[in-house]
């Protein structure tokens, strides 16, 4: 039983394509995450997610859309795809949002690549 | 502005002990992780450090002196399965977690 699982885990596309990422988590968390990893590995969050509320929205372009129908699930909706979003996307879920103690746990990744 | 430091790469040798160094810079601080994370996988939570001193468990310590902004992550008895990159993130006052880029640990035989 995958505890965060997300789809698809590769994605080749042409730029200018909108492509869509899934994550389910079945941890029972209540806050969800995306994070972006690129070839330098730096794990760069993008959104966060608490109860199906965004709560963190980092400076990403518009063009990524995030949606969260449940708190067990947080897709990711990129139109207009560039180069430069060329990466590793990572779902993460946490028990919660505002506590010292918030341990990650991430799906296996999406690693997208535009050309 | 907020800053996380770690070395690029480590070589270490199998069955030897490696110490692998993190200072964090952060708007007030709410604990420091380290996350393990294998090439091509997703990283893995290792251990929490939010008081000074030392924390053990099995082969793997972390270290934390926060007057210093300093911790490091000890790996005893190395195998070769512990090559992996490892991520040193520092939680800020508003939980937010700031990442460091990761040292990539090489074991050889």
């Known amino acids: 039983d995958t505890a965060v699982s997300q789809t698809p885990k590769y994605l080749v596309t042409q730029m200018g394509n909108d492509k869509s990422i899934k994550c389910e988590q079945n941890l029972g968390h209540d806050t969800m995450y995306w994070y972006k990893q690129d070839s330098k590995k730096f794990l760069k969050i993008m959104f966060s997610y608490n109860n199906k509320e965004l709560i963190i929205n980092e400076t990403v372009p518009n063009r990524f859309s995030p949606k969260s129908p449940d708190k067990a699930h947080l897709n990711l909706h990129i139109n207009s795809l560039e180069l430069g979003d060329s990466a590793v996307y990572f779902c993460?879920?946490?028990?919660?949002?505002?506590?010292?103690?918030?341990?990650?746990?991430f799906g296996a990744g999406s690693r997208l690549t535009v050309l | 502005g907020q800053n996380i430091d770690q070395p690029t790469e480590m070589t270490a040798t199998e069955g030897a002990i490696v110490q692998i160094n993190c200072t964090y810079q952060t708007s007030g601080f709410n604990g420091l992780f380290w996350y393990q994370q294998h090439a091509g996988e997703a990283p893995t939570f290792l251990s929490y450090n939010v008081l000074d001193g030392l924390e053990e468990k099995g082969r793997f310590s972390s270290f934390l002196s926060r007057s210093k902004g300093y911790s490091y992550l000890l790996l005893k008895e190395l195998q070769m399965k512990d090559s992996a990159s490892y991520l040193c993130a520092a939680m800020d006052s508003n939980y937010q977690l700031i990442w460091g880029a990761g040292t990539k640990l090489i074991i050889k035989p």
């Open positions: 993460a879920s946490s028990l919660t949002l505002y506590d010292s103690f918030n341990v990650l746990t």
